[in-house]
């Protein structure tokens, strides 16, 4: 049995108390898909707040809420319109106080996303900005020209569109206006608008700074809204923010992010686990040791289970593969984000049997099916129509349903949520393809932690003892649905560990020993040895 390992060393926080990011368990909420109060079929603020306490029965510290800044009611013209305003087809101001406050309750961090790539080619900002108004004159990219020269392609730019007003043109993205980065001014009204919602009691915001023309221009802005941040919550007395950056420009560029002396990022997310093709063992840990090595010494990546508007774990790897993503995920280091859904194994929705064509404020993709409560005939999610279909398994992938079974997705998250907090969960790092299986070890700790999981095709055997220093014999603290290895049950080390396709399991152990000499302590017999044959040989002159 061929076996590959990478070995990793990751200490989280430099001494002191690690702030609250850095180990966190966000769960990632889609507003519009949550739980809707008024029976209008799109999910709202009130309907966030009163479903709250299911997120933090997941183990989760944190939620992040999508896009809720006023967006345009036209939907020729989408986007947002304001970045301090409330969609009114979310709620307003005082909804949104009482979704702070209940947060703040139940311990719950409270994360909105600020979607500053693009505009509203109705906002008051572009027409400002087209009027050439003092202070919005480059806060959308703008190109000089006439209308029978297009500029040429750029990247970032899906294409330009000639305004009459300021006789150019402006780029445009998903017929949004794309706003430029590179601008001071944008950059001001971006830290003022960041410095309103931590005053509305957020702990932090999610962006997405590419700007692909100048990659230097997001970095810089990622910079100065950390600036700003930190300077605003010292002049409020709140606490220091985090802020959270999604990059679609792969894990070396997307790095620099995380800026110099902690001027940057708080985490960059990752995503591996959530690639559109499911990844063989060999390839996934090489993607993870990359994934940690590129960032600033004590930085380290938050890691996503599904991307907001992609296909979820059951649809884009199989169903069966939703409890291994999990368990790996949260063995790795640092923070990570479980997407809406994913942790009930809910598959996307079927497009093709949506019957609305209202204009809704975001697009509709199949990820964004409704979550399943229950398995009624709208899953408890509306009183009236459902913006989009549910999703084709609902009936058994549903909240209700699985929460009250220990061995259902929702249970294999909870235990290893809540296992990750453990002083057992050492700061040190392995990763191993053993056969066709990932196993990630924790270790440092009280404890060892061990994730075995195959992402293979086919049956394999993964030979635990060629990881040296583990204990003869480790507990089962979850396991996959339909797997053979029962909660509580102990596993031998020294046979071999036979896995179905995305079978994973979760192993508990006493801290791990390294027995014999180590490489340190061979080198020194060796020079010991060596010195000895030459004193000798002297000695015989």
Avoid at 210 to 223: A, I, M, R, T, Y
Avoid at 353 to 360: E, H, P, T
Wanted: glycine share 8%; charged share 20%; net charge negative.
């Amino acid at each position: 049995m061929w076996l590959a390992a990478v070995v990793l060393t990751t200490l989280l926080g430099g001494g002191g108390a690690d702030p609250w990011w850095s180990n966190a368990v966000y769960y990632s909420i889609l507003v519009d898909s949550f739980k809707d109060s008024n029976g209008d079929g799109l999910g709202d603020l009130q309907g966030v707040t009163k479903q709250l306490s299911y997120v933090r029965a997941l183990g989760a510290d944190a939620v992040i809420l999508s896009p809720i800044s006023a967006r345009s009611m036209n939907c020729d013209t989408p986007g947002t319109t304001d970045f301090t305003d409330i969609d009114e087809r979310y709620g307003n101001l005082d909804i949104f106080k009482g979704l702070a406050e209940k947060a703040k309750k139940l311990e719950l961090k409270l994360v909105i996303t600020l979607t500053i790539e693009t505009i509203s080619s109705s906002s008051e900002l572009f027409n400002f900005s087209a009027e050439r108004k003092s202070g919005f004159e480059d806060k959308v990219v703008w190109r000089d020209g006439n209308p029978d020269e297009t500029p040429p392609e750029e990247v970032g730019i899906n294409h330009w569109i000639w305004h009459d007003g300021r006789k150019a043109y402006y780029g445009s993205s998903r017929n949004e206006a794309v706003l430029n980065l590179c601008s001071e001014s944008l950059a001001a009204m971006l830290s003022n608008c960041q410095c309103t919602w931590l005053k509305r009691g957020i702990a932090g915001v999610l962006l997405n700074p590419d700007f692909p023309s100048n990659h230097e221009c997001g970095v810089q802005l990622v910079k100065k809204m950390m600036v700003s941040a930190t300077s605003c919550s010292r002049a409020n007395n709140l606490e220091t923010p985090v802020i959270l950056v999604e990059s679609s420009l792969g894990a070396e560029t997307s790095a620099k992010y995380y800026g110099e002396g902690g001027l940057g990022a708080n985490s960059v997310i990752s995503y591996d686990f959530a690639s559109p093709a499911k990844r063989p063992a060999a390839s996934l840990a090489l993607a993870l040791h990359a994934t940690l090595l590129f960032p600033p010494q004590d930085m380290i990546p938050t890691w996503l289970t599904s991307k907001r508007n992609e296909s979820r774990i059951a649809t884009r790897y199989g169903s069966e593969m939703v409890d291994a993503i999990i368990l790996t995920t949260l063995a790795m280091p640092g923070a990570m984000i479980i997407q809406q859904g994913d942790e009930l194994g809910a598959a996307d929705t079927i497009l093709e049997w949506a019957s609305s064509s209202k204009c809704w404020p975001i697009p509709a993709v199949a990820s964004a099916a409704p979550f399943p409560w229950d398995d009624t005939p709208t899953a408890s999610f509306t009183s009236g129509e459902p913006w989009l279909p549910l999703a084709p398994n609902y009936r058994y992938a549903n909240a209700k349903t699985e929460y009250a079974n220990e061995l259902s997705h929702i249970g294999v998250m909870k235990v290893a949520s809540a296992i990750r907090k453990s002083p057992a969960v050492g700061p040190y790092l392995e990763l191993h393809r053993l056969g066709e299986a990932l196993a990630i070890l924790r270790w440092g700790g009280s404890g060892s932690l061990l994730v075995v999981s195959n992402f293979g095709q086919e049956k394999t055997e993964a030979v635990l003892s060629r990881i040296p220093g583990l204990p003869a014999e480790m507990t089962v603290a979850a396991s996959s649905g339909g797997s053979s290895m029962t909660l509580g049950s102990h596993v031998n080390l020294e046979k071999n560990l036979k896995l179905v396709p995305g079978e994973s399991v979760l192993l508990i152990g006493p801290p791990r020993h390294c027995s014999g000499p180590g490489p340190v302590d061979k080198i020194a017999s060796k020079l010991s040895e060596g010195w000895q044959k030459i004193n000798k040989y002297f000695g015989n002159l």
